[in-house]
Nanobody, 122 residues
Framework: QVQLVESGGGLVQPGGSLRLSCVVS????????IGWFRQAPGKEREGVSYISLYGGGTQYLRSVKGRFTISRDMVKNTVYLQMKNLQPEDTAVYYC???????????????WGQGTQVTVSA
């Protein structure tokens, strides 16, 4: 059974940093894709970043490029999202998800975590 558990969210001031973790069980981190998504109140869920588990390729949403970094630890079966210079518009529930296609389209992912809240406010 595939399970994904996110952690690391919280309240941070503008310009601050957070690192989100996604612990994956039931799925080896050597094939497929792990993506990070976010959903703000009243908005659709959007893809933030993904990492291709076979080759390590990554992609980012344009608005987070240069501020967010996705990485993986195959020993810990964990995918991270390091977020720097956070802004109020980054406020959302952040989810990690597992899929087979390298895309930022949420509908392509089959297994989802429960989400972690990130709030950026002064």
């Amino acid at each position: 059974q595939v399970q994904l558990v996110e952690s690391g969210g919280g309240l941070v001031q503008p310009g601050g940093s957070l690192r989100l973790s996604c612990v994956v069980s039931g799925l080896p981190l050597d094939d497929g894709v792990i993506g990070w998504f976010r959903q703000a109140p009243g908005k659709e869920r959007e893809g933030v970043s993904y990492i291709s588990l076979y080759g390590g390729g990554t992609q980012y949403l344009r608005s987070v490029k240069g501020r967010f970094t996705i990485s993986r630890d195959m020993v810990k079966n964990t995918v991270y999202l390091q977020m720097k210079n956070l802004q109020p518009e980054d406020t959302a529930v952040y989810y990690c998800a597992a899929g087979l296609i390298s895309t930022l389209v949420p509908q392509s992912y089959t297994h989802w975590g429960q989400g972690t809240q990130v709030t950026v406010s002064a």
